[in-house]
């Protein structure tokens, strides 16, 4: 039984790696009267300014001077590994725009080109951008109100393209996939809940009978159905525009919140982590789940609508089986006499994890 603590160990020390915008996003707009095709595709910079060397000044910043300079490097990049088709006709860049610009704190390229006498039928794409750098990056292709959206990852990474219009509950199993990828790909997240399911783990150790494990089961379903309404709030606040904070602020607060349940288990300041906390917390974490819906820029209310349920659904969907994974172990550990101290210890473990991603997320790491 006193193993139990170290499978947690081993879960949450595998990966520092925690969720922040990792997706490049592609728009698709098709013009049927006159079969033309523009493209606009937003580049991420961060992995290529990692990998290669930008700033010429060595002042620590890369200035948008510094990137036009070393343009023709991102764009061979990009060529290399984003490749249009019609048939099998490759489609160049060539006298395509490109310009950079800042969003939500990270540089993008966007690269726009119109492409004339295009069967959109007839278009494919085939993409590995960045993959060899970060596993779970992702494309966000937006097509249009009624032909849809499609993701990209590691394990998919070619796309035809279809003038067929896709059913709304097509578009609702996109962005349900989408939400379970997103919550289970976001390590902090987890830890988050993790964390706060550590109270109920600790009462239902000291009170060790039926109505213990019962009452602990309720408060986690109690503190679960908190954390799901916050971010659910905010999710829709930033998902729909009416609010959209600096990434920055949002992912280093949102790492400052794990910090911060972590020490109060640390503490044994169990009952400061109550509703209130979880749900101003939730709140933070809402919008760190918004990102991904910037392939939802539609102007279909309906389709915005089912985007945004959808992913909502499959981020409750992904949680929900992450704590049923979980449940069994901290079962297990409630019924360890180690069970206080294994608490304790993951709490350090994560004060660790969460100060790390804290300052990389400030930039000071």
Not at 81 to 95: C, G, I, Q, R
Not at 179 to 188: C, E, N, V
Not at 300 to 312: H, K, P, R, V
Request: proline share 2%; glycine share 4%; net charge neutral.
């Amino acid at each position: 039984m006193n193993r139990v603590p170290y499978i947690f160990l081993l879960l949450f020390s595998i990966s520092l790696q925690a969720h922040q915008l990792r997706e490049n996003y592609l728009q698709i707009h098709y013009d049927e009267k006159v079969q033309s095709v523009k493209m606009i595709l937003e580049v991420e910079t961060r992995l290529l300014e990692d990998e290669t060397y930008f700033d010429d000044n060595k002042n620590g910043i890369i200035s948008y001077k510094e990137l036009y300079a070393h343009q023709p490097i991102i764009t061979s990049y990009t060529e290399k590994h984003f490749k249009l088709f019609t048939d099998t006709k490759p489609l160049t860049f060539e006298n395509a725009k490109i310009l950079f610009h800042r969003y939500q704190d990270q540089t993008y390229m966007q690269v726009t080109k119109t492409f004339e006498n295009i069967y959109l039928d007839s278009l494919k794409l085939k993409y590995d951008m960045f993959f060899e750098l970060e596993d779970i990056h992702k494309l966000l292709i937006h097509l249009d109100d009624e032909r849809g959206d499609f993701i990209l990852n590691k394990e998919k990474r070619d796309y035809s393209f279809s003038s067929f219009k896709m059913s709304i509950f097509e578009r609702l199993s996109i962005f349900i996939k989408s939400g379970i990828s997103h919550i289970l790909d976001g390590y902090d997240h987890l830890l988050f809940v993790l964390m706060i399911l550590m109270p109920a783990l600790a009462f239902s150790h000291l009170h060790s009978n039926k109505k213990a494990l019962r009452s602990s089961l309720i408060d986690i379903l109690k503190v679960i159905t908190t954390f799901s309404i916050a971010h659910s709030i905010t999710l829709f606040i930033s998902g729909s525009g009416l609010w959209i904070p600096s990434t920055t602020f949002i992912e280093s607060s949102i790492a400052l919140s794990i910090f911060i349940v972590a020490l109060m288990n640390l503490i044994s300041r169990y009952d400061h982590i109550n509703k209130k906390i979880v749900f101003l917390f939730g709140l933070l974490h809402g919008f760190g789940f918004a990102n991904v819906l910037e392939i939802a820029k539609v102007d279909s209310t309906m389709a915005f609508i089912t985007a945004l349920f959808g992913f909502n659904l499959g981020v409750e969907f992904g949680q929900i089986f992450a704590i049923v994974l979980m449940l069994p172990l901290l079962y297990l550990l409630s019924k360890s006499r180690y069970c206080i101290r294994s608490i304790k210890a993951l709490s350090i473990l994560t004060m660790f994890i969460s100060a790390y991603w804290f300052l990389q997320r400030v930039s000071l790491v």
